[in-house]
């Protein structure tokens, strides 16, 4: 199978809302009156985001979805994408899956493939995602405000939870966390199969004052709104933690939420952890009411976890209100632990 024929089998479809598809030396593109396009780009590599070996319906799944998140976190609306793929070898058994998966959650948002680029490399998958957003509602990180409250959307800490103890079983060391198979399956749905929050961001239109998707971790991706904001934030640590999901379900890991070092470790999965795809966002506290209409329009759980103020710096509170002294990080590239 040639680089023309892999294209036309599995990255050729219809593309009825966008002027014209793949075939040409662009795609084109007609944003309605009115709107602005909302452009975003993320890349993912082998053994760097994703196991070589990771099932590749997920793996196009997952590649679609962390782009979605971005529009998402931008309160827009997704159009089209585009894929540019490098491949050890035109592999019939992995592209049919892998298109698959991708191609389902396109038609779940009506993201349209119109056009991306086929080399022969190393594994790696770049998408570029178009979406649209009324001019001037785009949710950016620069609006927070010092007196906003702070939100996170869904769960998180799962999807770091489950490649912790992934990593562990490849390695043949001991799980780090007591996690039943069932809250395994679940964490693990969690990192394989990310749902962008984008019912969420739109319905956040004119009630959040900025948001972020949560893909470096909460701290991080908090971290970008308090920067492009010129405010600081304290977290309820303990609020935090309640978001964490599957070993919620998990008796054995329940029992041990009282040893302080349990408690640090999931702690760190929910303030640090990567790849859970929520939403973390402010809104002023006048506009409670609305975050949760949205968040019930939207059918996506939000919970309030602290409060943005003027002096800068992300301050973490225990439950009886003391500041915490342990340092968190969230996931960078080129940072030390990376
Ligand atoms: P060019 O050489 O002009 O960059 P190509 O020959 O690489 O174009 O690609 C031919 C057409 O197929 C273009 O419309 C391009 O957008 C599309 N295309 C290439 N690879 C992919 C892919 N992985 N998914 C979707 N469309 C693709
Ligand atoms: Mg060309």
Not at 50 to 79: E, I, Q, T, W
Not at 170 to 189: F, K, T, V, W
Not at 196 to 212: I, S
């Amino acid at each position: 199978m040639g680089e023309f024929d892999l294209i036309k089998r599995f990255f050729t479809r219809a593309t009825p809302r966008a002027v014209l598809g793949v075939g040409d030396d662009c795609a084109l593109l007609q944003p309605k009156p009115g709107m602005q396009m909302a452009i975003s780009t993320d890349m993912l590599v082998s053994g760097r985001h994703f196991f070589a070996d990771v099932d590749p319906r997920a793996l196009g799944h997952k590649a679609l979805a962390v782009n979605l998140s971005d529009l998402a976190a931008c309160g827009a609306s997704p159009l089209a994408f585009t894929l540019a793929l490098s491949l050890p070898q035109a592999d019939e058994a992995w592209l049919e899956p892998f298109s698959q998966g991708l191609l389902a959650l396109a038609d779940l948002h009506g993201c349209e493939l119109v056009g991306g680029d086929t080399t022969k490399g190393p594994l790696n998958i770049c998408i570029t995602v178009f979406g649209e957003v009324p001019v001037g509602q785009a949710l950016l990180r620069s609006g927070a405000r010092a007196g906003d409250d702070v939100y996170a959307s869904g769960t998180l800490g799962d999807a770091s939870l489950a490649l912790a103890q992934l990593l562990a079983q490849r390695n043949g060391d001991a799980a780090p966390l007591p996690l039943c198979a069932e809250d395994m399956a679940l964490a693990r749905q969690r990192l394989e199969w990310p749902t962008p929050r984008l019912a969420l961001g739109l319905a956040l239109r004119g009630v959040a004052t900025a948001a972020a998707d949560i893909s470096d971790g909460l701290l991080g991706d908090l971290g970008h709104i308090l920067e492009r904001s010129g405010v600081g934030a304290t977290l309820d640590t303990a609020k935090a933690l309640g978001l964490l999901g599957a070993p919620h379900r998990s008796a054995q890991a329940a029992a041990q939420l009282g040893e302080p070092a349990m408690r640090e470790r999931l702690l760190q999965h929910v303030l640090s952890g990567g790849d859970d795809y929520e939403l973390v966002f402010t809104a002023a506290p006048g506009q409670r009411d609305a975050v949760q209409a949205a968040a019930r329009a939207s059918q996506t759980p939000v919970t309030r976890i602290g409060q943005i103020e003027a002096t800068p710096g992300l301050r973490l509170l225990d439950a009886q209100g003391q500041l915490l002294a342990q340092r968190f990080q969230s996931f960078d590239h080129f940072g030390a632990s990376a």
